[in-house]
């Protein structure tokens, strides 16, 4: 019912920049969640950055500073702008929403495909 469509990961160079970005589209509920995790090989998938439809933000502390995650609430629509890329950063990084059923005690999510971003020289 609801489809995650990723774009803008590579391959970049350390100190480098990628713009990830990550349309939605179905039935979407209005008051919702949308946000990056990635996942490297033998790792967990962690979170990166979320946003919500409000405009609160939340970051991993490793990319503080460096990631800025925004949205387009009319074309559900989310970004992650990724500056200072380090090998690190390295992972496939995975769009996802997080809509709530009725109430955020029955939220449920949907997640992208995924696309590899790969910093390395």
């Known amino acids: 019912q609801v489809q995650l469509v990723e774009s803008g990961g590579g391959l970049v160079q350390p100190g480098g920049s990628l713009r990830l970005s990550c349309a939605a589209s179905g039935s979407i509920f209005s008051s919702n969640a949308m946000g990056w995790y990635r996942q490297a090989p033998g790792k967990q998938r962690e979170l990166v950055a979320s946003i919500t439809s409000t405009g609160s933000t939340n970051y991993a502390d490793s990319v503080k500073g460096r990631f800025t995650i925004s949205r387009d609430n009319a074309k559900n629509t989310v970004n992650l702008q990724m500056n200072s890329l380090k090998p690190e950063d390295t992972a496939v990084y995975y769009c996802?929403?997080?809509?709530?059923?009725?109430?955020?005690?029955?939220?449920?999510?949907?997640w992208g495909q995924g696309t590899q971003v790969t910093v390395s020289s």
């Open positions: 996802n929403l997080k809509s709530p059923i009725g109430t955020w005690s029955r939220a449920r999510d949907y």
